[in-house]
Structure formats: structure tokens, C-alpha cells
């Protein structure tokens, strides 16, 4: 079967596909657009759709069972650069535990010209338990978690660090 690949925004060719099997699935379809169009050669930046505004289609759905015919048409979005799910957490973790410590350490950041006062024992005890959290964190991040989806669009990146590492300066 021959499939016609459109931008869903501007309804432009993208790429036909010809010669696909019913047993096919949208994840092989990804990696044929890959081989032809080189911009796309990161499968997980490709989104596959049945209508323009639609939902994406799974990756391991196949075109029989959507109903696909020679001469169909499915809609591309370009969902732009991607990372990793594992450098995103590494990001996020890493950054309050460093941010936290700098600050505790550092307290003229802050404050100001401070005197060389040594840090209370409670202020002591709260670096050392933060460091405790955030370092499990990331131990958890790297031997423990499996993550469903593979990617996500490197702009959430600046936001959610901005979360925690603005809140880890503001909390120490």
C-alpha cells in the first residue's frame, strides 16, 4: 500500500511511502520516514496522526487495524529536538542538591557581607539530610527507574530546572 505523509499544520508533502504492508506499524512507518528524510532521522521526534488536530497514533499500531488504504493520508508534526527522560531527572536532581550546598556554604550569596559565623547544627543537619534526599534521588534516577516514553522536548528542560533549582535557592 502507497501512504502519503502531509505536515498536519500546513498540508505540505512530506514524504510518500510506497510499498507498506497491512502487518506494518506505525513505528516501522517512522523508521522509513527516518531512512528518507534525514531531519528526521530521531524517530522520537516524529508524530504520526490520523487527522490534522487528532491524536497521536501509538507506535505500535498497525495499519490494518487503523484502517489504512492505499492512497491514505496521515498527518506529521515535527515535535522538534528531543533528550532523554534520564537526563532530564539527572538535571533536575543534580541542581538543587549543588545549588543547596552552594548557598549553605557560601552564605554571603544571600546575605551579603555576613561575619564567619560557623553554620548552626540545625542548618547542618538540613544540608545533610537535602543531601541525602537529592543524592538518593539520582541513584534512583540512574539504577532504579524505567521510563515509558523515551523523550521529551528539550524547551521543558529550562522550565523545570528553573523550578527546582530557583526553589533550592530560595529554600537554603
Not at 500500500?1 to 512507518?29: F, P, W
Not at 528526521?40 to 501509538?58: A, F, I, S, W
Not at 539527572?90 to 553554620?119: I, M, N
Request: with cysteine; charged share 25%.
Amino acid at each position: 500500500m502507497d501512504l502519503e505523509i502531509v505536515h498536519a499544520r500546513a498540508n505540505t508533502a512530506v514524504v510518500t511511502l510506497t510499498d507498506q504492508l497491512s502487518t506494518n506499524t506505525v513505528g516501522d512507518l517512522k523508521r522509513a520516514i527516518a531512512n528518507k528524510k534525514s531531519k528526521y532521522r530521531d524517530v522520537n521526534r516524529q508524530e504520526l496522526r490520523l487527522e490534522p488536530k487528532g491524536k497521536p497514533l501509538k507506535d505500535d499500531d498497525t495499519l490494518k487495524s487503523l484502517g489504512l488504504k492505499t492512497g491514505s493520508l496521515l498527518y506529521f508534526k515535527d515535535r522538534g529536538y528531543q533528550i532523554g527522560w534520564t537526563t532530564v531527572f539527572l538535571a533536575e536532581y543534580a541542581g538543587p542538591l549543588f545549588v543547596y550546598l552552594w548557598f549553605t556554604r557560601r552564605p554571603w550569596l544571600a546575605y551579603g557581607d555576613v561575619d564567619a559565623k560557623p553554620l548552626a547544627m540545625a542548618a547542618n543537619v538540613a544540608a545533610a539530610c537535602w543531601t541525602f534526599h537529592y543524592a538518593k534521588r539520582l541513584l534512583e534516577t540512574i539504577f532504579v527507574h524505567r521510563f515509558s516514553n523515551a523523550t521529551m522536548p528539550w524547551k521543558n528542560l529550562f522550565k523545570n530546572c528553573s523550578y527546582y533549582w530557583g526553589f533550592a535557592a530560595y529554600i537554603a
